[in-house]
T-cell receptor, first 110, second 116 residues
């Protein structure tokens, strides 16, 4: 987890509220990713970034938006949280092929 | 859809035994990687094998790749209790398949339990 932090680490929120998760890196890696991990589904890509202000959708992007205004920060926003977005969210960074993961954020939507 | 699928879903062995996990994928790839995840933690990169390689070693890990069968295996020799974790394969689809080498697709993982 060195060089990658996620905040908050745990969050409980109510349906319909907005939520923003933050990923911060100190490695100056070009690529940043947001995944969600759910039992039975493994790890699924939500959005990724290939540079400042350059982002693209992943496999499960509906209901999520992202922003990257600085190399080191990648924000994931749930505009109006739903119970189906209860999950563990992982940020990852990459410069070439290997990805390096943060410690995860456990989000519960009640 | 999932690119990689691991088999078995769960594996329980005794300390000192070898553990073999398999991964199958659907499209042509640039590279295949294996990751480990300890309970409650993020994934950790273990090893990468390129599409033109057939076998690679790293310590007690041995990875094979058969591109004709679109499959890979991860062998952990002389397992230890500390090897207890989930293991994931991840692939990056080749450009011909519409992919790129910076975007990975992960399988659902194999849960390995090593009993002391």
């Amino acid at each position: 987890d060195a060089g990658i932090t996620q905040s908050p680490r745990h969050k409980v929120t109510e349906t319909g509220t907005p939520v923003t998760l933050r990923c911060h890196q100190t490695e100056n890696h070009r690529y940043m990713y947001w995944y969600r991990q759910d039992p039975g589904h493994g790890l699924r890509l939500i959005h990724y970034s290939y540079g400042v202000k350059d982002t693209d959708k992943g496999e499960v992007s509906d209901g999520y938006s992202v922003s990257r205004s600085k190399t080191e920060d990648f924000l994931l926003t749930l505009e109006s949280a739903t119970s189906s977005q209860t999950s563990v969210y992982f940020c990852a960074i990459s410069e070439r092929n290997e990805q390096y993961f943060g410690p995860g954020t456990r989000l519960t939507v009640t | 859809s999932q690119q990689g699928e691991e088999d078995p879903q769960a594996l329980s062995i005794q300390e000192g035994e070898n553990a073999t996990m398999n991964c199958s994928y659907k499209t042509s790839i640039n590279n295949l990687q294996w990751y480990r995840q300890n309970s409650g933690r993020g994934l950790v990169h273990l090893i990468l094998i390129r599409s033109n390689e057939r076998e690679k070693h790293s310590g007690r890990l041995r990875v094979t790749l058969d591109t004709s069968k679109k499959s890979s295996s991860l062998l952990i020799t002389a397992s230890r209790a500390a090897d207890t974790a989930s293991y994931f394969c991840a692939t990056d689809a080749s450009r011909e398949s519409g992919g790129s080498n910076y975007k990975l697709t992960f399988g659902k993982g194999t849960l390995l339990t090593v009993n002391p």
